[in-house]
């Protein structure tokens, strides 16, 4: 168990929908980071948020937003929800220490019909 | 784009032998960290090794170690004694804050 918790665990919805992921880091991390994963993919990299500001961005559409909390936790919001975006998401979470691992949550799994 | 680069789609190793999976990447940075990560079938991404770029000296987990040629901007992972439980899909990946990974070599293993 990394101590990333992320909620649902799957979620099926329809195009055109709007969606949103909850991550919990694990206690002390300020960082959060957002990946996609698509069918036997690699990661792509989305957003990164550090105690509260974000800090980083990647190949992330405009019809997707995120942000962080005051607890810390971190919501990815996903909106005009299209066939495509059907992947797995996953939540890392990092001290921002020099050593900059991330701790990956198990991920969500959104499909889109 | 700063990319990160595994050129073996698939692997496959014999359970106890050694096997070596390839990963090059680019950056303009000088200073980074390089990571290796593994997928079981669960999907979790579970961190495998890390090596920091200004250490010279190649990392070691156990089983595990890497070959890191910071000039060829090379960093491949070395398994040794090859277990049923290393199956699971591995990405290399590059950076500090902003990660890049790689597409992920699927290894095999065989009893």
């Known amino acids: 168990d990394s101590g990333v918790t992320q909620t649902p665990k799957h979620l099926i919805t329809a195009t055109g929908q709007r969606v949103t992921l909850r991550c919990s880091p694990r206690?002390?991390?300020?960082?959060v980071y957002w990946y996609q994963q698509s069918l036997d993919q690699g990661l792509q990299f989305l957003i990164q948020y550090y105690n509260g500001e974000e800090r980083a961005k990647g190949n992330i559409l405009e019809r997707f937003s995120a942000q962080q909390f005051p607890d810390l936790h971190s919501e990815l919001n996903l909106s005009s929800l299209e066939l495509g975006d059907s992947a797995l998401y996953f939540c890392?979470?990092?001290?921002?220490?020099?050593?900059?691992?991330?701790?990956f949550g198990a991920g969500t799994r959104l499909s889109v019909l | 784009a700063q990319t990160v680069t595994q050129s073996q789609p698939e692997m496959s190793v014999q359970e106890a032998e050694t096997v070596t999976l390839s990963c090059t990447y680019d950056t303009s940075e000088s200073d980074y960290y390089l990571f290796w990560y593994k997928q079981p079938p669960s999907r979790q991404m579970i961190l495998v090794i890390r090596?920091?770029?200004?250490?010279?000296q190649n990392a070691t987990e156990n089983r595990f170690s890497v070959n890191f040629q910071k000039a060829a901007k090379s960093f491949s992972l070395k398994i040794s004694d090859s277990q049923l439980g290393d199956a699971a899909m591995y990405f290399c990946?590059?950076?500090?804050?902003?990660?890049?990974f790689g597409a992920g070599t699927r290894l095999t293993v065989k009893p």
């Open positions: 990946a590059r950076g500090n804050n902003d990660m890049r």
């Open positions: 890392a979470s990092s001290e921002d220490r020099e050593e900059n691992i991330q701790y």
């Open positions: 090596q920091e770029a200004y250490k010279q």
């Open positions: 206690s002390g991390d300020l960082s």
